[in-house]
């Protein structure tokens, strides 16, 4: 284990009624004026929203809505917010939504607070967010875990790049699994396989093998996998959805990354792979983590000997790898970039340039050239 500082900074609340139960309470003392920040309307349609807001207005809060965030939320989306947000002197911002939404509001919470152009001072004079509004979550889709941390990716379209952004975390989270039903099953599958993704490229990393929390990853791989099995006989089962969301939860809150490197080499291509594409996150992965492992499964055996075996009951590392692909299409999940929903049409051009723009990685088991990534994406075509 290498030295680490560990500190949690979001109250969760979870289970059936959560909000009912615990908003008033989570919110009270952020001050008078809400912003209630959404995305394109499935909370509207399932009835959350009005809940949500009459929970509000009984705790005596002006609500401001913020509507229309989008999946892979944009930079000019978030500048809208805090403009909103500074505007009507928001005191605190509650987001209503899956990753996008969360995210989005993370990073309005820090442009609310400063003139500076935050992508900027972010990416060019690498300064973070001195101080944020507050703000917290309501998740109705899980997956990526985005309420339990401190970073947001956005999308911004003018540079073409989608990349995380340091924020704070929300400083709660209401996981309730009922909210989660009505996002349909391969929604739902999607987010399950960016949570499998997330554990896996936190085992990947090049870190030293005997440690605790590659146990943890581990178990939270089976976990996922079961589940989503179990989602896949029955879209309704809510043990499974509540077990996913705690799975989704538990990979991004920072307990799996203590005391050691990760690798997220797959997430640096899909972020990129989404900038030209506008491609469903977890659907991105899913194409692309099977290619990447056939290139550097001899580069970490040992790892992914143990993968398989504790994953998959696979025999060799190769096997490991080939049963994470079978489970792929047992799912349903696109294996081919044809397969995923693009605003353009993925041609060899646009994989060049996710290639070229991609952040590379160099704590997974080998690090990459830019050609032998154009050659993992062209193996997705
Ligand atoms: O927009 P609405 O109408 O709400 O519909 C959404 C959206 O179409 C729908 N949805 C959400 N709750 C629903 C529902 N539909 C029916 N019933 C409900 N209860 O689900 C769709 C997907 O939502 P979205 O938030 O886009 O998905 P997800 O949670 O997968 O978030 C994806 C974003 O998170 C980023 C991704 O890159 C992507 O931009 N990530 C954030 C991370 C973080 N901050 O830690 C880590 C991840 O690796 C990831 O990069
Ligand atoms: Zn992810």
Redesign the pocket.
């Known amino acids: 284990m290498q030295k680490f500082v560990y500190e949690y900074a979001t109250k969760v609340y979870f289970g059936e009624g959560a909000a009912k139960e615990h908003l008033a309470e989570a919110v009270s003392g952020f001050g008078e004026r809400v912003m209630l920040a959404?995305?394109?309307?499935?909370?509207k349609k399932?009835g959350?929203y009005d809940e949500v807001k009459k929970i509000l207005d009984e705790a005596g809060k002006k609500v401001i809505d913020f509507p229309g965030i989008m999946?892979?939320?944009t930079y000019a989306k978030v500048q809208e917010g805090a403009a909103l947000a500074k505007k009507e002197k928001v005191d605190f911002i509650l987001a209503v939504?899956?990753?996008?939404?969360i995210?989005c509001c993370k990073i309005v919470a820090a442009q609310a607070k400063t003139e500076k152009d935050l992508w900027e001072m972010e990416m060019k004079e690498h300064q973070f967010p001195a101080e944020v509004l507050p703000m917290g979550a309501v998740v109705?889709?899980s997956?990526?875990?985005?309420e339990m941390?401190g970073?947001?990716?956005i999308t911004n379209e003018e540079k073409i790049i989608k990349a995380g952004m340091a924020a704070s975390a929300p400083r709660f989270a209401i996981l309730d699994p009922v909210?989660?039903s009505?996002?349909?099953r391969m929604?739902v599958l999607?987010?399950a396989f960016?949570t499998l993704s997330?554990a896996m490229e936190t085992y990947l990393g090049n870190s030293d093998e005997d440690n605790v929390s590659d146990d943890v990853a581990l178990a939270v791989m089976r976990n996922t996998v079961a589940n989503m099995r179990r989602l896949l006989k029955n879209k309704d089962d809510l043990q499974a959805r509540g077990n996913l969301m705690w799975d989704s939860a538990m990979a991004?809150n920072g307990i799996l990354k203590v005391g050691r490197l990760t690798d997220f080499q797959a997430?640096q291509l899909e972020?990129q792979l989404?900038a030209y594409t506008d491609c469903n996150?977890?659907q991105g992965l899913a194409v692309i983590h099977p290619a990447y492992y056939r290139h550097i499964v001899k580069d970490a055996e040992g790892k992914f000997r143990r993968f398989g075996r504790e994953v998959f009951g696979a025999d060799t590392p190769e096997t490991g790898v080939e049963a994470l692909a079978d489970f792929i299409k047992e799912c349903g999940l696109p294996t081919k970039m044809g397969e995923l929903k693009s605003k353009v049409e993925i041609t060899p051009e646009i994989l060049r340039n996710v290639a070229d723009t991609c952040n590379v990685i160099k704590c997974n088991p080998r690090e990459l050239s830019r050609d032998e990534i154009y050659d993992i994406l062209m193996e997705c075509m």
């Open positions: 959404f995305g394109g309307g499935s909370v399932n959350i999946s892979n939320p939504g899956g990753g996008s939404v995210d109705t889709a997956g990526t875990g985005a941390n970073g947001a990716v909210y989660t009505s996002v349909p929604q999607s987010g960016d997330h991004e997430h972020h989404g996150h977890g």
